[in-house]
């Protein structure tokens, strides 16, 4: 009786470690190795490095609007 119930109990457990072993791989595969890491922040380095002064030149051309719009204004009102 005691190997009618121990044979099912031993063919979950491997179904399920082998299940458990199987989903595991999908996550080492997905990890980023140094090199890319590396790769991967110098970019973001070089990318911050050229965006910050479009974005500074940017915003100076939206206040010289807004200065060039409140001129006009004043000019239109008198």
Same mark, same amino acid.
């Given at each position: 009786m005691k190997k009618v119930l121990l044979y099912p109990v031993i063919v979950m457990f491997l179904f399920? %470690? $082998?299940f458990f072993a199987c989903s595991?791989?999908?996550d080492v *595969?997905?990890?980023k190795g140094k090199i890319e890491k590396m790769t991967d922040k110098a970019a973001k380095e070089? $990318?911050?490095h050229?965006?910050?002064p479009i *974005?500074? %030149?940017r915003s100076v051309k939206n206040i010289e609007e807004d200065r +060039?719009? %409140?001129v006009e204004e004043n000019l239109? *009102? +008198?």
């Open positions: 399920c %470690a $082998v595991n791989k999908g *595969e997905s990890k070089i $990318v911050d050229i965006r910050t *974005e500074k %030149a +060039q719009n %409140a239109k *009102e +008198q």
